[in-house]
């Protein structure tokens, strides 16, 4: 199995930048790529950003410019800066690992998360 743990959230100002970090340990071995999801009070867990080999990067919509995820695979983590704020990013931000074939496939069981909020 392949454990993740986030760190880096908080409390920012519109306007302002957090970077979130992941480690994953355990069988790493059986992903090939990574990514943050995130949920908020209303919503279902949605993907932010994802890394596979190569260049392989996908973004959703709301964060395209602002976000940058990144990759340190000799380390097994995986980073999400996060530019630009706005409170409606405020969401508990979650990694995963997982394998990139045609797409993004999570794998890893979710770790516990990482509180982002964002005030206007």
């Known amino acids: 199995q392949v454990r993740v743990v986030e760190s880096g959230g908080g409390l920012v100002q519109a306007g302002g930048s957090l970077r979130l970090a992941c480690v994953a340990s355990g069988s790493t071995f059986i992903i090939n790529a990574m990514a943050w999801y995130r949920q908020g009070p209303e919503n279902e867990r949605q993907l932010v950003a994802a890394q596979g080999n190569g260049d392989k990067i996908k973004y959703a919509d709301s964060v395209k410019g602002r976000f940058t995820i990144s990759r340190d695979i000799t380390r097994n983590a995986v980073y999400l800066q996060m530019n630009s704020l706005k409170p409606e990013d405020t969401a508990v931000y979650y990694c995963?690992?997982?394998?990139?074939?045609?797409?993004?496939?999570?794998?890893?069981?979710w770790g516990q998360g990482t509180q982002v909020t964002v005030s206007s």
């Open positions: 995963s690992g997982g394998l990139w074939g045609s797409n993004y496939v999570p794998s890893t069981r």
